[in-house]
């Protein structure tokens, strides 16, 4: 069993930064690929960016791609987003999730704000 914690969430101006963290508990997360998703009002849950186990293979979603950058830092059980030029079609509420299909175990989300 995983259990993961996001934060770093907030509103800020577009153009803007913002690093999410997804803490984990639990001796497996370090052998998971670990993904962010989003959800914004009205709108299906999509995939952002994925990270593989050992952060050799990382997936982007077009939308924010040369923007936003995924790492894990596996010693540490956390796993981050790193989101640069931020626009206000990214407001949304960002899930990080892991596990051997890398959608078994969701965080609860933590709500990102880009104001225009």
């Known amino acids: 069993q995983v259990q993961l914690v996001e934060s770093g969430g907030g509103l800020v101006q577009a153009g803007g930064s913002l690093r999410l963290s997804c803490a984990a508990s639990?001796?497996?997360?370090?052998?998971?690929?670990v993904g962010w998703f989003r959800q914004a009002p009205g709108k299906e849950r999509e995939s952002v960016a994925t990270i593989s186990w050992s952060g050799s293979s990382r997936y982007y979603a077009d939308s924010v791609k040369g923007r936003f950058t995924i790492s894990r830092h596996n010693a540490k059980n956390t796993a981050y987003l790193q989101m640069s030029s931020l626009k206000p079609e990214d407001t949304a509420v960002y899930y990080c999730?892991?596990?051997?299909?890398?959608?078994?175990?969701w965080g609860q989300g933590t709500q990102v704000t880009v104001s225009s």
């Open positions: 999730a892991a596990g051997p299909t890398g959608r078994d175990y």
């Open positions: 639990g001796r497996t997360f370090s052998s998971y690929a």
